[in-house]
């Protein structure tokens, strides 16, 4: 199980903005859940990649949110799907502001008949206010590929958004992650940044991504022992590698088949340190330091 610690002084690592891990890591605990009736500090962890607005929750968001806090998991980035859940992902961020981020992109399982709609409407919601990161976005072949040329289309729009508005890209990507590759590549060269969402592909694919900047968002698969997530986590430096949940799904062993949540994430940040054979607290260290560089002080 995580323990509780007090925070290395690693100087060595920084954010964009300058300042040490540690004080980034002091800076997040005096904003964001303080601890009660606990007198040392816990692992701050950031959840990159959580659905927690989804009806899954209803019945105990709030129980859900508090198991999440004491586990040290502080800060939750909220991607969206498509129009349809907007509104509810927005009303988190309103009930839990600065814990809860959204993004805004249309999921390519949204991408249908009406994608030129959905991505005005995106287009809409980008005009007019901050979000944390343009996502989730991508290709996904998996299901049918009617929509391939679509797929694409909506892809490419989304990071030119991503361009124009200096934010990060979070993809997604199932059967694709080759194409996925390929369609980044010419807008990570004029700048563009950003996660590739539950990777479990190959190492050299890997290196491909972090060649160019971009960060491999790991989460319960790691636990599952024919996925092979813990084995190319090896040779991935922790520098570029955050941790997530995709919650309510994709839970990790011993959740494996129930719904997911973010207080699970403690079991990702686990199995990186064995794959890796470090300890859980630079895990956990450098992860979030790598969340703040890439979604900066939200």
């Known amino acids: 199980m995580l323990r509780n610690f007090t925070l290395p002084g690693s100087a060595h690592f920084y954010n964009a903005g300058g300042k040490s891990l540690v004080q980034c890591t002091v800076d997040l605990i005096g904003k964001i859940f303080r601890m009660q009736s606990i007198n040392c500090l816990v692992m701050i962890l950031v959840d990159t990649h959580c659905h927690l607005y989804l009806p899954e929750f209803d019945h105990d968001r709030a129980a859900m949110l508090d198991r999440a806090k004491r586990k040290g998991v502080a800060r939750f980035f909220l991607p969206n799907i498509d129009s349809t859940v907007v509104d509810q992902m927005l009303a988190m961020e309103s009930a839990l502001p600065g814990a809860c981020f959204p993004m805004m992109g249309l999921h390519p399982c ?24 343009i996502g989730e976005i991508g290709l996904d072949f998996y299901w049918d ?30 059967e694709a992650m080759r194409e996925c590759v390929d369609t980044v590549k010419p807008f990570a060269a004029r700048g563009l940044k950003g996660i590739f969402h539950c990777f479990g592909d190959s190492v050299e694919l890997a290196n491909e991504i972090t060649a160019i900047g971009f960060y491999l968002g790991i989460g319960g698969v790691i636990t599952y022992k024919k996925s092979g997530v813990a084995e190319m986590v090896k040779d991935v430096p922790l520098e570029y590698i955050v941790l997530e949940t995709d919650a309510p799904y994709l839970s990790p062993v011993p959740f494996r088949g129930k719904r997911n949540e973010s207080s699970y994430i403690t079991y990702v940040a686990e199995a990186i340190a064995a794959a890796k054979q470090v300890t859980v607290e630079e895990v956990a260290a450098i992860t979030t330091s790598n969340a703040l560089k890439i979604f900066g002080q939200v």
Request: hydrophobic share 40%; net charge neutral.
């Open 110 to 133: 949204s991408v249908k008949e009406n994608y030129q709609a959905e991505l005005q409407v995106i287009e809409d919601w980008l005009a007019k206010r901050k979000f944390a990161a």
């Open 145 to 174: 590929k009617t929509f391939t040329e679509s797929q694409y289309e909506a892809f490419n729009r989304q990071m030119e958004w991503g361009l124009q508005y200096n934010l990060p890209v979070v993809i997604h990507s199932r």
